[in-house]
């Protein structure tokens, strides 16, 4: 019975050792926008193709990606949405128990006064009515697989020349991958500066998700 039960949490430890790499959590999250090849998420991770491989190689045998080949592409995908549920989840516990996470996280956002008195349902009904502009800045193909409600894709590398799309009188929250994300905090402080009034929305679709809250899927 002993060598059973040793088993049994061997097991689950595959799934802790799997995500024990900082890196190895950044694929995940950069996974729960979209898939992606290995060649785009070692550029978006900042680290080489062969250590991508690598990361996503141990996160493969964990079954926490999987793969699809398109011509001389290898894309790489969350194996389920529970892997981002479990992302989250995570990541929120840290962010509970980790007083250095909590300061972290706290100098990266500066812009979320505006929010505070608007729970998540409100901010959708403001969207709704036109009184705010929810503003996606994360790249196109990410926003074209799913994004928040009411959402305008406006990429971070282009909204320096859109801004003229954006009218002042109404409110922007900016959201993009989560709070790890810097894209937001970029587009707010930009914003900021051309003077318009706008927020930084720490939420990305996994974190709508894990919330029960509805996306729009597809473009």
Request: aromatic share 6%.
């Amino acid at each position: 019975m002993r060598e059973i039960k040793d088993h049994l949490y061997a097991q689950v430890a595959r799934i802790g050792k799997a995500v024990s790499s900082p890196k190895r959590l950044e694929l995940i999250e950069l996974l729960c926008q979209c898939e992606k090849p290995v060649e785009v998420l070692a550029e978006q991770a900042n680290i080489s193709i062969k250590l991508a491989s690598a990361h996503l190689k141990q996160l493969r045998e964990a079954r926490l990606v999987d793969t699809r080949k398109d011509g001389k592409y290898v894309y790489y995908r969350l194996a389920a949405p529970s892997v981002a549920e479990l992302w989250v989840a995570l990541r929120s516990e840290a962010e509970e128990r980790l007083v250095e996470l909590q300061v972290a996280l706290t100098s990266l956002v500066s812009h979320q006064d505006g929010l505070q008195a608007l729970d998540h349902a409100a901010i959708l009904r403001a969207a709704n009515k036109g009184e705010v502009t929810v503003l996606d800045v994360r790249p196109e193909d990410e926003f074209n697989v799913a994004h928040l409600p009411h959402a305008r894709s406006m990429p971070l590398s282009e909204l320096k020349r859109r801004l003229k799309e954006l009218p002042k009188s109404v409110p922007v929250v900016a959201y993009c991958r989560g709070p790890f994300c810097m894209f937001a905090k970029d587009a707010v402080e930009l914003l900021r500066r051309r003077g318009y009034s706008a927020y930084h929305l720490t939420d990305g679709v996994a974190e709508w998700r894990s919330r029960g809250l509805p996306l729009v899927r597809g473009a």
